[in-house]
């Protein structure tokens, strides 16, 4: 099964908010993914992104599902910036992940 | 007691501005002198603005004096200046379409951030790049969702943002302010475990302005792990200063400065002022700006962060 969820359409062209990132992760994307299903994030029409939003959504997506990294998770049409936002906040989760508790 | 404003206060100023504006009360009454008053920078009008709410808030009478004497009146009542203190002065001119010179000043209150977008963050960005894309549009967008974000999850009280483009300069300007908890406070209330209760305020400013340094980044929410990590103020400032603009922040007994890429200033404020608080100032020149991408790529080499390649596969 294939969920996609179109960015634009949920939060604007600009991802600032960082705890409404956190309840959409929570309440929808992580349920997504619990399932098994291949999820697409749609981010046509999205410009710029806070990195509350980034880390509170991408980064700790990723920490909560590192297997992500191999299959199952698909970021599509990602302007360069938006690319590199996203490369950045999976960056965070890493550099989280090594930091002692 | 009488605080008198000053005629001009730009960034090298804030320091003894600020520390005039929270001298000690003497006494239950506070008036404002605004007759000298020609130019601010937003953040003096935003840490004005909190200053004169937190005195209400608190109960200390007190009166505007020498407001038609004010070369500025007009233009504080055109940015809503006394509108947002709730007081309705008679207006001698008509109000018209501000362009990028500047945009009203705006309430920030803490609670959650708004549902789509940060139409304050995208708006004032707008007015200061007098445009809705480009470099400067974007890294205006960004700083101000970031720190508007940080006011209203960490100041537990109103504040206010203010944002100005001076054409002569070039140069793009924001301010924020607060007269909540402060930084300390936040820090103390969250437990935040790189805080210290034997710190100074010189050395909470630094934690507050280090990577993952956040007060609440060791949180828990109902949706698990806090949306506060600490990085958007350590990115922000690292952009500034590549960008050769200045960044200030302050709050207690303590402020940093850094124009460019030059040395970082500190100090305390004189006579024993404290900020009720914390206010943050933000400029850079427009034609300093020109790749935010490369910006953001930059700030985050800065930081010591490298791109997984396993992330490649990711995009489609």
């Not at chain 1, 991408?58 to 990294?69: A, F, R």
Request: net charge negative; proline share 5%; charged share 20%.
């Amino acid at each position: 099964m294939i969920t996609v969820f179109k960015m634009n359409e949920r939060f604007g062209g600009f991802l600032a908010d960082g705890e409404m990132a956190n309840v959409f992760r929570f309440t929808e994307v992580e349920p997504a993914v619990a399932c098994g299903g291949h999820v697409v994030l749609d981010f046509e029409g999205v410009t710029n992104m806070t990195d509350s939003f980034g880390n509170a959504f991408i980064g700790t997506l990723i920490q909560h599902h590192p297997e992500l990294l191999s299959s199952g998770l698909e970021f599509k049409n990602c302007n360069p910036l938006m690319r590199s936002l996203v490369s950045m906040a999976i960056d965070v989760a890493h550099l989280l992940a090594r930091q002692p508790a | 007691m009488v605080i008198t404003l000053p005629s001009c206060v730009v960034e090298d100023g804030l320091p003894d501005f600020l520390g005039a504006l929270w001298q000690p009360v003497d006494g239950e009454r506070l008036d404002f002198d605004f007759s000298r008053v020609v130019f601010y920078i937003p953040a003096a009008i935003t840490m004005l603005i909190a200053r004169i709410d937190h005195a209400r808030r608190s109960g200390v009478t007190g009166a505007f004096i020498g407001l038609h004497e004010c070369k500025s009146f007009r233009y504080l009542q055109r940015i809503d200046f006394f509108d947002q203190l709730g007081i309705a002065l008679p207006e001698d001119f008509e109000r018209h379409d501000t362009g990028t010179a500047f945009v009203p000043l705006r309430e920030v209150v803490p609670s959650p951030v708004s549902i789509r977008d940060d139409p304050l963050a995208t708006d004032l960005a707008r007015c200061v790049a007098d445009a809705a894309e480009g470099d400067v549009f974007q890294l205006s967008q960004y700083s101000l969702g970031e720190i508007i974000a940080n006011l209203k999850q960490h100041a537990c009280q109103r504040g206010f943002v203010c944002a100005q483009y001076t054409k002569k300069s070039d140069l793009v300007r924001i301010g924020i302010a607060d007269s909540g908890i402060g930084i300390r406070e936040g820090f103390r209330q969250n437990s935040a475990p790189k805080y210290r209760a034997e710190m100074n305020d010189a050395q909470v400013l630094e934690l507050a302005m280090s990577l993952f340094g956040s007060s609440k980044a060791h949180m828990t929410t109902p949706y698990g792990e806090s949306p506060n990590r600490g990085v958007g103020l350590t990115i922000t400032r690292f952009m500034v200063a590549e960008s050769y603009g200045h960044f200030f922040l302050a709050s207690g007994t303590s402020w940093w400065f850094r124009n460019g890429l030059g040395t970082p200033k500190d100090g305390v404020f004189a006579n024993g002022a404290s900020i009720q608080g914390t206010v943050l100032s933000l400029g850079y020149q427009r034609d300093q700006v020109t790749n935010y991408p490369e910006l953001r790529q930059q700030a985050w080499a800065g930081l010591g962060l490298t791109s997984d390649p396993r992330t490649r596969s990711l995009f489609s």
